[in-house]
């Protein structure tokens, strides 16, 4: 074992920087994609077009509120023009404050008051139109508080004792002056803070994507050692080739665990995510049997690094590591078994694939060794 | 005329090879399509949710009254997005095993003194227990009930300030108090019936630009583009140092092996492109004309060469296969994600938006757009044939430098 750690470190060496960018790249990736994404969503805007048909006090206020949401883009138009515009996708989805809403508002009466118009392609219509109705609800409700307020003193002969200004200011301050009604969201064991927002994209999915990728390609050199010319001279060493490559892999390995534990450590410390211990390290220990297994089966390595390329795109998209796979795994639940990444995503241990993993192991290690010294 | 005549020595080269290994060419053709396959199975089935069990959940009620009874039936009616909840009331050791046993998706308590304390504008929490095994259901859950209790806080004021005047009233408590119930009871339902007050229509643009015509050009780019990259990609090969020292010894610089490779490539995938592009107007049953044909050529020509030259300014740059090889599939992921095919370019946030018009593959989507989606009768090619001389340029350049610094 001391001399092939001695021969490794003199070629990890010379190449210190491709490996130390290999081993590095799953960590840098995730999280320069999260960064990425989550700038991206905060900067993004939903293009919204507004049509003014009434230019009342009441119109003119809800146009304010919504042109200062965070996550609307706005812009005015005329009917005709709007429809043209969310009918190309130009727009997400078009409303239309009625003529009647300022009266409709005043006189409590909520019906129809604005126009919702949405295209096949609209993909934010919901929450704006909840926006909307939820801030118009907000004064349809002020309004119906006022007329049962006056209605009451009406009923006791108290008339003008109240007047609309004074209630509608008495809502508003109980409304932002209390903490009235909160929702307090556990996960499990732990509690979930308010702005904790689920992330756009797993962000343990992406790293496993790209410990994959990573591994892979740093396992590229057995295919460069089984070409080179050097191989037939194992049959005079003490080592046999096979177990060369064994007691190579397994220095890989413990490179790929220490990465991983800082890897894992800084994940915890940035973004506050865990990931079970013992399914990490299966799924560490089964990534790179079978990566080795895999990358024993190529002579050109151009073709390795292609192939590479293809299982971790096929996988990115099919093992539910980025895509959401629900919709499958609920109606054909065998999926779940043969799919080699839904045990790490799920928190499990193994499932089919592992022990196919181990069992080509066994049967490529218990192999005719198939050169001998005369050859 | 050497350096011509090198280049239809190299594709003539690359045509030997593409035919000496033709086992893998089916391979390389359905790749992509597959990829496709895939990620639109998986989007039909995520978004076909009707078969899909509702979720459940579970609802612990320690007030018991009968302005629980009200919120319950609140939140059954806000469940949006069609997909729908099936509230089940259970003590809250029940719950837990329930929870455990993953027959719940999560629970809702309703504390003691919830409807006191919602008269009275004190401060109330809805505690909501999620289950880790199904966290996006979980999360619905808790969205479902940030906007119940959005609703009820926007009630709960008016309610509130009723209370508070009514106070001053010579009216006795237990009036108030039934006035009170039914205030909240008309507040709820109208709540409900909050959608009252839009009037909702669906715009579409039947003849040419449904959800399905859309995705289905976008794929057909996306195919395209994997194409470019996985034939070009095809076609570089481990040739050793000692060989790339011998051919420069016989005057043959990279340039010329780049070029021979683009073209090639561009010649592959440009007949592939014609006939996948027959295939894709009869799936679409798509009305074009003569012009149009000539029009979507040039865009695909232009938008082919950009894309190939791409690939080989990093190929020309970065030494280690590996590396050129990551940053070509970022290259790729890149102007796919900017072509505006997975996503419409009007979500994208302005600063990048703006920036859109200088990037090649936002400009040839948008036209293929408007010519095959938009029925236009123009397209624009100067900035993209702009684009594409640039590319080359930098790619002479790029290659020239590197030659001479090679060791």
Known sequence: ?375 | MVFIKRILLFIRQNGKKLRRKWLTLPFLLLFPIIIIGLIAFIAITFFSQEDRDPIQVGLIDQDQSEETQLVLHLIEESAQLGSYIDIQVLSEPEAKKKLKADQLSGYITFPEEFTSDLYTGHSVTLPITGNPSKPGESYMIKELLDTVSRHIRAAQANIVTINYYAKQLPMDTDERNNMLFQQFTDFIMYTLGKDKTAKEETVTNQATSSPIEYYTLAGWFVILTIWLIAFYSFLTDDTSHRLNKRMRLYGVTELQRLLAKMATAFLVVITLAGVSFIALQQLLDLTLYQEDYLRIGIIIVLYSLTFLEGMAILEALIRSRKLCLLMQSVFTFTVLLLSGGIIPIFYFPGYVQSLLSYIFAAQSYKWLQEIILNERFYADYLPLSLMTGAGMLILIAMSLVKERYKP
Request: charged letters at 20%; zero cysteines.
């Open chain 1, 1 to 375: 074992m001391r001399y092939i750690l001695q021969t490794r470190l003199m070629h990890w060496k010379k190449h210190w920087l491709a490996l130390l960018f290999w081993l590095l790249f799953p960590l840098a990736a995730t999280t320069a994609i999260l960064f990425i994404t989550n700038t991206v969503k905060e900067d993004s805007s939903i293009p919204v077009g507004i049509v003014m048909e009434d230019q009342s006090d009441e119109a003119v206020n809800l146009l304010e509120s919504i042109k200062s949401t965070e996550f609307i883009q706005v812009s005015e138009l005329d009917k005709r023009d709007a429809l043209q515009q969310l009918k190309k996708h130009q727009l997400d989805s078009v409303f239309v404050i009625r003529n009647n809403y300022g009266s409709g508002i005043r006189q409590n009466n909520r019906n129809q008051l604005i126009g919702a118009y949405q295209s096949d392609l609209s993909f934010a219509y919901t929450p704006v139109k909840e926006m909307l109705l939820s801030y118009i609800q907000q004064e349809t409700g002020r309004m119906k508080a006022v007329h049962t307020i006056q209605d009451l003193a009406k009923h006791y002969d108290k008339e003008d004792h109240f007047t609309e200004e004074d209630i509608t200011a008495k809502a508003d301050k109980v409304q932002s002056s209390q903490d009235l009604l909160n929702t307090a969201f556990t996960f499990g064991k732990n509690k979930v803070e308010k702005d904790d927002e689920p992330e756009l994209i797993s962000i343990w999915g992406l790293w496993i994507i790209f410990t994959l990728l990573s591994t892979l390609l740093l396992f590229d050199w057995i295919v460069h050692e089984k070409r080179a010319s050097v191989k037939s001279r194992f049959a005079f060493t003490r080592y046999s080739f096979k177990h060369y490559l064994i007691l190579n892999s397994i220095l890989y390995t413990i490179l790929g665990f220490m990465v991983d534990m800082g890897t894992i450590s800084l994940f915890w410390i940035l973004f506050h995510e865990k990931i079970s211990i013992w399914s990490w390290i299966v799924f560490r220990m089964l990534l790179n049997t079978a990566v080795f297994l895999f990358a024993n089966w190529f002579k050109h390595f151009f073709v390795y690094y292609t192939s590479a390329f293809a299982v971790t795109l096929v996988l990115a998209v099919g093992s539910g590591a980025i895509l959401p796979i629900s919709g499958i795994t609920d109606k054909w639940p065998w999926t779940k078994i043969v799919n080699p990444l839904h045990p790490i995503l799920n928190d499990g241990y193994w499932n089919v694939t592992s022990w196919f993993i181990v069992i080509l192991a066994i049967l490529w290690y218990y192999r005719k060794e198939n050169f001998h010294a005369a050859r």
